[in-house]
């Protein structure tokens, strides 16, 4: 690995970066096709499927209670970033503010753009997951998924969608786009689930 773009763990950083996964020096972008460039005017975020539908703009989400995390991020491709500071909207605080159908075990993400990603209901809806909408401070740069993502700390970051536009809620597990091209419908990285679809 180039030392350019890698740096080592401290020892008590160590035991914090999965196996197989490098530090990253900075915050790489990892995008597949262009940044879509949503205004938070024209922004809207919709809940359908096995939920009650509702639409959100962006002062609905806004009101939603807001927080200050830190979290870890892994990308499969070997790159993980420790101690990342962003703000936003806690899972468990939206999953309040929606009418789940009980039926519903799995979602899909929906996103600008076209990506999709999924994810058991379970894995959703874990304590420390959040919707980002601010970066070190700052409102979250397009190119990292403003004006909105989804980070879920607990699996590698192709699971945590940039520029998500809704949440479609399902009855069964539903591959989305790497999922669809080979990646793991679940994707922990201390197991090193990279690859595999529905394996
Ligand atoms: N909409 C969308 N979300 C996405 C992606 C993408 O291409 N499109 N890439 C995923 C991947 S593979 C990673 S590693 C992270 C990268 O986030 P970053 O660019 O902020 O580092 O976003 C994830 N979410
Ligand atoms: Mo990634």
């Not at 890698?6 to 970066?17: A, M, S, Y």
């Not at 039926?103 to 993400?109: G, M, P, R």
Request: with cysteine; glycine share 8%; charged share 25%.
């Amino acid at each position: 690995m180039p030392r350019k773009f890698f740096e080592k763990p401290t020892p008590d950083q160590g035991d914090r970066v999965p196996p197989g996964q490098y530090l990253a020096k900075g915050f790489p972008v990892l995008s597949y096709g262009e940044t879509p460039q949503i205004s938070t005017d024209e922004w809207l975020f919709k809940v359908w499927g096995l939920v009650e539908s509702r639409s959100f703009d962006w002062s609905d989400f806004m009101n939603l209670p807001q927080q200050d995390f830190t979290a870890d991020f892994h990308c499969v491709t070997r790159w993980s970033k420790l101690d990342v500071q962003w703000t936003g909207v806690k899972v468990t605080d939206f999953l309040d503010a929606i009418n789940l159908d009980p039926q519903a075990t799995h979602i899909l993400q929906h996103c600008y753009g076209g990506y999709t990603t999924n994810l058991s209901l379970a894995d959703f809806a874990r304590p420390e997951n959040f919707f980002a909408h601010t970066l070190n401070g700052a409102p979250l740069p397009p190119d990292h998924g403003g004006p909105l993502r989804l980070v879920v700390p607990h699996l590698y970051a192709w699971k945590s969608a940039k520029w998500i536009k809704g949440i479609e809620f399902l009855d069964h597990d539903q591959e989305g786009f790497w999922e669809r091209n080979g990646y793991h419908m679940r994707g922990e990285p201390w197991a090193e689930e990279r690859y595999g679809g529905r394996k």
